[in-house]
């Protein structure tokens, strides 16, 4: 359970695994890191971006 700055609580449900979300080809071990992961409530839609990716993704449930 973690306890945010404005004393809201959540908690893990799940993972989900990026591998192979980057090709080994555009992959940098030095500056790509998966840094940004957010929720768009209204359109029950989930996006993550890394630090210097070019792309933003959203992902969907199969």
């Given at each position: 359970?973690?306890?945010?700055?404005?004393?809201?609580?959540?908690?893990?449900?799940?993972?989900?695994?990026?591998?192979?979300?980057?090709?080994?080809?555009?992959?940098?071990?030095?500056?790509?890191?998966?840094?940004?992961?957010?929720?768009?409530?209204?359109?029950?839609?989930?996006?993550?971006?890394?630090?210097?990716?070019?792309?933003?993704?959203?992902?969907a449930s199969v």
């Open positions: 359970m973690y306890e945010g700055q404005n004393n809201f609580r959540c908690k893990t449900v799940g993972r989900i695994s990026l591998d192979g979300l980057l090709s080994k080809r555009s992959y940098s071990k030095k500056i790509d890191v998966l840094n940004g992961i957010f929720y768009d409530k209204p359109q029950r839609r989930l996006f993550v971006i890394g630090k210097y990716w070019s792309q933003l993704w959203e992902l």
